[in-house]
T-cell receptor
């Protein structure tokens, strides 16, 4: 596709349930990032994938959060046993190289935990 | 600490006027990049302008320009001839590089409204 695609656009889930958020990066982009944007806040780094290298998971807030990237393309962010504080917009970005500032962001998934 | 401070939660400007959004940051790194991103209601982050910290010349991009004061760790964004389409959240950010990868550090944003 022409841009980074994220699905679903909006997700409402009950506290304690697991959710999966999907990111389809731009074809050929080797780098992929996940960010979390809580209400009234800037973006908080979660995890970074670069090619076949081990991902940088240093931003994941707890062991309930995990992410994978299959075949160097599509990525899934999984949140287990969701809590109300997990409510946020989850943004994905991809980049063709290590050059900074050429990232393309998706429109995010707004997660609401009730 | 690596932080970005945007002290103006909300601003408004009349169409065709000029507005300046302020940003200060703190980092121990010597070489880094600074950015302003725009986030319209669609939620997609759109790069407005980028500045490399080792370059003294202020970056410009059409109606957008920055005032980069490295010693003061200040990076303000000036929008000239404001247009209704400039209405959005604006985030200031810089990147830190660790182990060959980079991460953004974002401020909390300034909500800009352009008035007709």
């Amino acid at each position: 596709g022409a841009g980074v695609s994220q699905s679903p656009s909006n997700k409402v889930t009950e506290k304690g349930k697991d959710v999966e958020l999907r990111c389809d990066p731009i074809s050929g982009h080797t780098a992929l990032y996940w960010y979390r944007q809580s209400l009234g806040q800037g973006l908080e780094f979660l995890i970074y994938f670069q090619g076949n290298s081990a991902p940088d998971k240093s931003g994941l807030p707890s062991d309930r959060f995990s992410a994978e990237r299959t075949g160097g393309s599509v990525s899934t962010l999984t949140i287990q046993r969701t809590q109300q504080e997990d409510s946020a917009v989850y943004l994905c970005a991809s980049s063709p190289a290590r050059e900074q500032g050429v990232d393309t962001f998706g429109s995010g998934t707004r997660l609401t935990v009730v | 600490a690596q932080t970005v401070t945007q002290s103006q939660p909300e601003m408004s400007v009349q169409e065709a006027e000029t507005v300046t959004l302020s940003c200060t940051y703190d980092t121990s790194e010597n070489n880094y990049y600074l950015f302003w991103y725009k986030q319209p209601p669609s939620r997609q982050m759109i790069l407005v302008i980028r500045q490399e910290a080792y370059k003294q010349q202020n970056a410009t991009e059409n109606r957008f320009s920055v005032n980069f004061q490295k010693a003061a760790k200040s990076f303000s964004l000036k929008i000239s001839d404001s247009q209704l389409g400039d209405t959005a959240m604006y985030f200031c950010a810089f990147t830190i590089t660790t182990s060959g990868t980079y991460k953004y550090i974002f401020g909390t944003g300034t909500r800009l409204k352009v008035l007709a």
